[in-house]
């Protein structure tokens, strides 16, 4: 599968099945992305989730966008943080706003 798709929908389901807002997601979030497609460790991971609480937007979009641009850049970033656009709508909060700021913090994260 593509990786950026792959990226996508792997957060999609995320987002899908997980009830009680981002830190419901964070578990979840490390079971798929340390444990099962080793796409980042556990100590990033714990950084992630410490950097993510400290930076604006919500804290699921923010770890999806640092595991998406340790993957796939820029590119990878954009494609995992959007499976948020769902509950970005419902806030009525503008999604290209949010994803720009997500991709910001997830490139700060990393050191860029």
Sequence with gaps: MNLLLELFSTFAKI????FGGGYAMISMIEHT????????????MMNVTVIAESTPGPIAINCATFTGYKKAG????LAASMF?????????????LLIVVSAIAGM????I
């Design 74 to 77: 820029f590119p990878g970033a």
């Design 33 to 44: 992305c340390v444990e099962r497609k080793q796409w980042i460790t556990h100590d990033e």
């Design 108 to 111: 700060v994260i990393y050191g």
């Design 15 to 18: 987002g899908m099945f997980t």
């Design 84 to 96: 948020g656009y769902r509950h970005i709508a419902k806030k009525k909060l503008s999604p290209i």
